[in-house]
Nanobody, 124 residues
Framework: QVQLVESGGGLVQPGGSLRLSCAAS????????IGWFRQAPGKEREAVSC????????YYADSVKGRFIISRDNAKNTVYLQMNSLKPEDTGVYYC?????????????????WGQGTQVTVSS
């Protein structure tokens, strides 16, 4: 059974860092595009970052460029999102998702399976 489990969220002060993990079971992440999305209260889900398995390309939303880094550890079947210099506007529930085409997409409709999400709160 395909399962994605996010972890690593929490409460952090502005300027702080968190590393989110997305652990996969039931399949191998090597062949999938992986996306990170977030949803703030009252707002639509938005793409934060993604990683392609086909050509190694990555995408970052303008709002997180230079602060967030997506990476894969194929041996652990896990994808990470390192988040630095966090801002209050980064607050939301963060989800990882898989794209069976292997490509990296900023569109949620491209993704087939989703994790349950992990809450990130940036506040002093």
């Amino acid at each position: 059974q395909v399962q994605l489990v996010e972890s690593g969220g929490g409460l952090v002060q502005p300027g702080g860092s968190l590393r989110l993990s997305c652990a996969a079971s039931g399949f191998t992440l090597d062949y999938y595009g992986i996306g990170w999305f977030r949803q703030a209260p009252g707002k639509e889900r938005e793409a934060v970052s993604c990683s392609s398995s086909t050509d190694g390309s990555t995408y970052y939303a303008d709002s997180v460029k230079g602060r967030f880094i997506i990476s894969r550890d194929n041996a652990k079947n896990t994808v990470y999102l390192q988040m630095n210099s966090l801002k209050p506007e980064d607050t939301g529930v963060y989800y990882c998702a898989t794209d069976g085409s292997g490509y990296c997409s900023a569109y949620a409709v491209s993704y087939d399976d989703w994790g349950q999400g992990t809450q990130v709160t940036v506040s002093s």
